[in-house]
């Protein structure tokens, strides 16, 4: 088995896997990369990827830096099944299509820059509605312990990684000379104990792992102390007048934000008559498909619907779907608790919250979950005086909060432990979606704890994995793949060529006939060398 690492490699976004098996080729996830001029390079660079020779994506969660580059991919030639779980499916839909809401509307807003700077060019959305509806159709749902086989000779199992809502972490089976080889690939990996979704379903055996390490060195604090350091950013912005504002992802962290809310309400610990608004369409439509599957939950969280209780239904709670409602927040006079996304505060509605409150002194920003290098929040976690947000420099005056305890993925202590459900000696563990630090740290702890062979594979390497030899990589990005992927190129090619046929009021255009026979000179010229 062959195993390329096409994104989340020492880094914590854009998850992808391609794997070559028994002459099949398919993907484990197919995330954007965020943070960055690089990662955006990395998004866009479809030659790498070579989607046209994948037959299937076994998708493990929802998140953007696990899904968001489907449409892409389907535009550059995929077009076979994506399983992932019902819940996923549902998740999946509205974050798609809000992405490319996202991506259409930054490259309007990219070219109207342009165009007033007087420079040429044009900025294309990585992708658009159009290409999401075009992907839609080939999602297929898969249950937790459904043992199914995507291509014969090959039978994958999707566990409960407690992460989000429908999160899988992925049993691949597969037989080398008779004799099984059995993969494992993380996804994200919950803590244990955290609001709504159940716990990370044990490990069972794997020859090979590849775990997931974004918090490898270091720990949560536990659920108490979160919601300790919550009602005090709360109570800090109260004093004083002025707002709180979480940036949170849409998905899973603004819901648990809501449920801790719920908790600090209800036992009377911050004021009964602060609003909270939640300022995300996609949010609300998150929220609406938690409520929908019920069933996901958690003992405690059932309980609690059992007894007729909503921790999505308060008093204090108004979610905010329209830009007009959205935008008289900031005018709203007094305290507010106002939950937006992005998490990462690189997109969405929550710049505007920063724009209008990160400068004020009394202000709180509490950052809930983690922030990638090159992103916004990041920048202001780690300090920096100002910060640069539709076009201008913003001071950061707020009073800025970042509480781990509320993070979706699992400590360092909580990878240990889940590692430690192993029933087998795994041949090898690699770590992946983790920051280079992060994972030594966290390697060398496996090592000596648990006697486990770690390695830390690095962007476009690929991997042979086998039952019979130790594992080798290598990194071939170069000798691999040409610097222009043709099959792509000539599938978008096709692509535009075709929406050109179906276009006769363009093509009965005065410049329609000349412009395409400067295309046929060019391409001629490209032909003959």
């Given at each position: 088995?062959?195993?390329?690492?096409?994104?989340?490699?020492?880094?914590?976004?854009?998850?992808?896997?391609?794997?070559?098996?028994g002459g099949?080729?398919?993907?484990?996830?197919c995330?954007?990369?965020?943070?960055?001029?690089?990662?955006?390079?990395?998004?866009?660079?479809?030659?790498?990827?070579?989607?046209?020779?994948?037959?299937?994506?076994?998708l493990?969660?929802?998140?953007?830096?696990?899904?968001?580059?489907?449409?892409?991919?389907?535009?550059?030639?995929?077009?076979?099944?994506?399983?992932?779980?019902?819940?996923?499916?549902?998740?999946?839909?509205?974050?798609?299509?809000?992405?490319?809401?996202?991506?259409?509307?930054?490259?309007?807003?990219?070219?109207?820059?342009?165009?007033?700077?007087?420079?040429?060019?044009?900025?294309?959305?990585?992708?658009?509605?159009?290409?999401?509806?075009?992907?839609?159709?080939?999602?297929k749902?898969?249950?937790y312990?459904?043992?199914?086989?995507?291509?014969?000779?090959?039978?994958?199992?999707?566990?409960?990684?407690?992460?989000?809502?429908?999160?899988?972490?992925?049993?691949?089976?597969?037989?080398?000379?008779?004799?099984?080889?059995?993969v494992?690939?993380?996804?994200?990996?919950?803590?244990?104990?955290?609001?709504?979704?159940?716990?990370?379903?044990?490990?069972?055996?794997?020859?090979?792992?590849?775990?997931?390490?974004?918090?490898?060195?270091?720990?949560h604090?536990?659920?108490?102390?979160?919601?300790?350091?919550?009602?005090?950013?709360?109570?800090?912005?109260?004093?004083?007048?002025?707002?709180v504002?979480?940036?949170?992802?849409?998905?899973?962290r603004?819901?648990?934000?809501?449920?801790?809310?719920?908790?600090?309400?209800?036992?009377?610990?911050?004021?009964a008559?602060?609003?909270?608004?939640?300022d995300?369409?996609?949010?609300?439509?998150?929220?609406?498909?938690?409520?929908?599957?019920?069933?996901?939950?958690?003992e405690d969280?059932?309980?609690?619907?059992?007894?007729g209780e909503?921790?999505?239904?308060m008093?204090q709670l108004?979610?905010?779907?329209?830009?007009?409602?959205?935008?008289?927040?900031?005018?709203?006079?007094?305290?507010?608790?106002?939950?937006?996304?992005?998490?990462?505060?690189?997109?969405?509605?929550?710049?505007?919250?920063?724009?209008?409150?990160?400068?004020r002194?009394?202000?709180?920003?509490?950052?809930?979950?983690y922030?990638?290098?090159?992103?916004?929040?990041r920048?202001?976690?780690?300090?920096?005086?100002?910060?640069?947000?539709?076009?201008?420099?913003?001071?950061?005056?707020a009073?800025v909060?970042?509480?781990?305890?509320?993070?979706?993925?699992?400590?360092?202590?909580?990878?240990?432990?889940?590692?430690?459900?192993?029933?087998?000696?795994?041949?090898?563990?690699?770590?992946?979606?983790?920051?280079?630090?992060?994972?030594?740290?966290?390697?060398?702890?496996?090592?000596?704890?648990?006697?486990?062979?770690?390695?830390?594979?690095?962007?476009?390497?690929?991997?042979?994995?086998?039952?019979?030899?130790?594992?080798?990589?290598?990194?071939?990005i170069?000798?691999?793949?040409?610097?222009?992927?043709?099959m792509?190129?000539?599938?978008?090619?096709?692509?535009?060529?075709a929406?050109?046929?179906?276009?006769?009021?363009?093509?009965?255009?005065?410049?329609?006939?000349?412009?395409?026979?400067?295309?046929?000179?060019?391409?001629?010229?490209?032909?003959?060398?």
């Amino acid at each position: 088995m062959n195993i390329r690492l096409l994104g989340a490699a020492r880094t914590v976004t854009g998850s992808c896997f391609e794997v070559e098996v028994g002459g099949h080729v398919f993907a484990v996830d197919c995330g954007m990369h965020q943070g960055g001029k690089e990662a955006e390079g990395r998004n866009r660079e479809m030659a790498l990827y070579a989607p046209h020779r994948w037959e299937f994506i076994l998708l493990t969660h929802a998140h953007i830096d696990h899904s968001g580059l489907l449409p892409r991919v389907k535009r550059f030639g995929f077009d076979g099944p994506i399983y992932m779980t019902p819940p996923t499916q549902a998740l999946v839909e509205i974050m798609l299509l809000d992405s490319a809401h996202i991506q259409e509307m930054e490259a309007q807003w990219k070219n109207v820059r342009l165009k007033r700077r007087g420079e040429a060019g044009e900025v294309e959305p990585l992708y658009t509605v159009e290409d999401v509806h075009r992907v839609l159709p080939l999602l297929k749902q898969v249950d937790y312990g459904q043992k199914f086989s995507p291509t014969p000779g090959l039978v994958v199992t999707y566990r409960d990684s407690g992460h989000i809502l429908g999160s899988a972490f992925l049993e691949i089976e597969a037989e080398e000379n008779g004799r099984p080889l059995r993969v494992v690939f993380s996804g994200d990996v919950g803590r244990p104990a955290q609001l709504i979704v159940r716990d990370p379903t044990p490990l069972e055996e794997a020859d090979y792992l590849f775990l997931e390490s974004t918090y490898g060195d270091r720990d949560h604090k536990n659920e108490k102390e979160s919601l300790d350091e919550l009602a005090e950013a709360i109570w800090y912005a109260f004093r004083k007048g002025e707002k709180v504002v979480i940036p949170a992802f849409a998905v899973e962290r603004t819901q648990e934000i809501i449920y801790c809310l719920y908790l600090l309400f209800r036992e009377n610990v911050i004021p009964a008559d602060i609003p909270v608004f939640v300022d995300s369409p996609l949010a609300i439509q998150a929220t609406d498909v938690f409520r929908r599957f019920k069933s996901y939950y958690d003992e405690d969280m059932m309980a609690l619907v059992k007894r007729g209780e909503d921790p999505f239904r308060m008093p204090q709670l108004k979610y905010t779907l329209s830009t007009e409602e959205s935008m008289a927040i900031n005018s709203f006079v007094g305290t507010a608790i106002v939950i937006s996304a992005s998490g990462m505060a690189d997109a969405g509605r929550i710049k505007h919250h920063l724009k209008h409150n990160l400068w004020r002194e009394g202000a709180s920003i509490v950052f809930v979950g983690y922030q990638a290098h090159g992103t916004v929040g990041r920048r202001i976690v780690d300090g920096a005086k100002t910060v640069r947000i539709f076009g201008d420099d913003v001071a950061v005056r707020a009073k800025v909060f970042t509480i781990n305890g509320f993070s979706a993925h699992a400590g360092q202590r909580q990878l240990i432990s889940w590692v430690k459900t192993l029933k087998n000696k795994p041949r090898h563990i690699f770590l992946v979606h983790g920051e280079y630090e992060a994972q030594k740290t966290l390697g060398a702890l496996i090592e000596k704890e648990l006697g486990y062979p770690v390695s830390i594979p690095d962007y476009g390497e690929k991997i042979s994995i086998t039952v019979e030899r130790a594992p080798m990589w290598w990194k071939e990005i170069e000798e691999e793949v040409p610097t222009v992927d043709w099959m792509s190129e000539l599938i978008e090619i096709d692509r535009r060529l075709a929406e050109i046929e179906t276009s006769k009021t363009w093509l009965k255009s005065p410049e329609a006939k000349v412009r395409l026979e400067k295309l046929k000179e060019r391409v001629e010229r490209l032909l003959a060398g």
